[in-house]
């Protein structure tokens, strides 16, 4: 299981730094996460202002 994002993403980069392994970077047209490295924890997902981070 690893959290995602969605098309609502809007690129800002909040989520990147709240991740505590590194798994968030910035992709083509969106942000993406690592699903190898997410551990799920869930941080990221408050920091995002346009709901675009949810459980997979
Ligand atoms: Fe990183 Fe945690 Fe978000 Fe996974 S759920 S991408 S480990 S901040």
Redesign the pocket.
């Given at each position: 299981m690893?959290?995602v994002i969605s098309d609502e993403c809007v690129s800002c980069g909040s989520c990147e730094g709240?991740?505590?392994?590194g798994?968030?970077s910035e992709g083509d047209g969106k942000y993406v996460?690592d699903a190898d490295a997410?551990?799920?924890?869930?941080?990221?997902a408050a920091s995002c202002p346009t709901g675009a981070i949810s459980a997979e």
């Open positions: 690893a959290h709240e991740c505590p392994v798994a968030i996460i997410c551990v799920d924890c869930g941080a990221c």
